[in-house]
T-cell receptor, first 120, second 117 residues
Framework: GAGVSQTPSNKVTEKGKYVELRCDPISGHTALYWYRQSLGQGPEFLIYFQGTGAADDSGLPNDRFFAVRPEGSVSTLKIQRTERGDSAVYLC??????????????????FGAGSRLTVL | AQKITQTQPGMFVQEKEAVTLDCTYDTSDQSYGLFWYKQPSSGEMIFLIYQGSYDEQNATEGRYSLNFQKARKSANLVISASQLGDSAMYFCAMREPPNQAGTALIFGKGTTLSVSS
């Protein structure tokens, strides 16, 4: 697609429920990133995919959080047993590649509009 | 220690004036990239400008320029001729060399810019 698409845009759930958030990256982008942004804060890294594999999941806060990207395009972030502290905007981003040098500007991240999760 | 520090929670400027948003970073690597993103109230993160650690010239993109001072580890964003539409949250971010895992960006806490007429 033309941009990074995230669904749903808003999700309200009750504590303890299971939630899935979907990200459809820009066509041809091999790298995909999930971030979480709390109110008034900068985005916090969660997980990064290069192709189908999770290249770095060091930002996932605990084992209630899991993400998949089975065919190397669409990704789903899954949150089990949601807690009120999980309430945030979940941002997805993609880039053409993820593996060039850090000093290269080639891999600018393009972000989606985010999924706002509210856990009551 | 924080990797990216943005010390100005809020900045106020009048239309047509220039404004500088501060960013300092912390890394021991020689190879890294610095980015600025804008986040309007709609929530979408918009890429503005990029500076590579080996770039000798300061990056410029239209009204945006990046004042890169490597020895001071600062990468301030300068917006010239501010417009009302510049009112937004601005984030500085850094990418360090890819480890075995990847090359995700690390973001600062942001600065809110308010432009008045």
């Amino acid at each position: 697609g033309a941009g990074v698409s995230q669904t749903p845009s808003n999700k309200v759930t009750e504590k303890g429920k299971y939630v899935e958030l979907r990200c459809d990256p820009i066509s041809g982008h091999t790298a995909l990133y999930w971030y979480r942004q709390s109110l008034g804060q900068g985005p916090e890294f969660l997980i990064y995919f290069q192709g189908t594999g999770a290249a770095d999941d060091s930002g996932l806060p605990n084992d209630r959080f899991f993400a998949v990207r089975p065919e190397g395009s669409v990704s789903t972030l899954k949150i089990q047993r949601t807690e009120r502290g999980d309430s945030a905007v979940y941002l997805c981003a993609s880039s053409l590649m993820g593996t060039s040098g850090a000093e290269s500007g080639a891999n600018v991240l393009t972000f989606g509009a985010g999924s706002r999760l509210t856990v009551l | 220690a924080q990797k990216i520090t943005q010390t100005q929670p809020g900045m106020f400027v009048q239309e047509k004036e220039a404004v500088t948003l501060d960013c300092t970073y912390d890394t021991s690597d020689q190879s890294y990239g610095l980015f600025w993103y804008k986040q309007p109230s709609s929530g979408e993160m918009i890429f503005l400008i990029y500076q590579g650690s080996y770039d000798e010239q300061n990056a410029t993109e239209g009204r945006y320029s990046l004042n890169f001072q490597k020895a001071r580890k600062s990468a301030n964003l300068v917006i010239s001729a501010s417009q009302l539409g510049d009112s937004a949250m601005y984030f500085c971010a850094m990418r360090e060399p890819p480890n075995q895992a990847g090359t995700a960006l690390i973001f600062g806490k942001g600065t809110t810019l308010s432009v008045s007429s």
